[in-house]
């Protein structure tokens, strides 16, 4: 679903009138494709939280929902890396805005290029129960992913 910016204060972005965007949920804000998060909705306006430069901004611009909440993938290929305030490695940069990611990039949070190797802890049929490892995967010497049910 695609909304208007209404208005814009800062980080603070509103859509006027009632929407279907639900509180938490991850919007793409404007042209540049910023990333926002709802933090109010009533039925005269849905409040968005942008959490990127929102200058060259303006009211008209679509909104677009991606049906999803914040949210950061987890696994091997965590460590080593700095990430920025919504999860996206620095690493990503491309180079044009020196050492800073552009407005709106998109990186995933971990590379799916690397293989690690992946040992099973349980074989078929064994039964499991919660708070049981089934897996583990080791990243680094020092850290060693456990998998659990």
């Known amino acids: 679903m695609n909304y208007r910016i209404f208005g814009i204060n800062g ?7 009632k929407t279907e965007l ?17 933090i109010a909705v009533s039925e005269e306006k849905t409040v968005i939280q942008v959490y990127e430069e929102t200058s060259g901004t303006a009211p008209g611009e679509e909104i677009r929902s991606t049906g999803q909440t ?3 993938e987890l696994g091997p290929g965590l460590i080593g890396n700095i990430y920025d305030g919504i999860g996206r490695p620095l690493t990503a940069s491309d ?3 020196g050492a800073f990611l552009s407005r709106g990039a998109e990186s995933p949070s971990i590379s799916g290029e690397k293989k690690y ?17 089934f897996a583990e995967c080791r990243e680094t010497q020092t850290v060693l992913h456990r998998c659990m049910v």
């Open 11 to 17: 980080p603070i972005v509103t859509v006027a009138g």
């Open 22 to 38: 639900l509180m938490g949920e991850v919007v793409r804000v404007g042209a540049r494709s910023l990333v926002g998060e709802v």
């Open 70 to 72: 914040m949210s950061l």
């Open 95 to 97: 180079g044009s805005d």
């Open 117 to 133: 190797a992946f040992r099973m802890l349980v074989k078929p049929g064994d039964r499991v129960f919660p708070g049981m490892y």
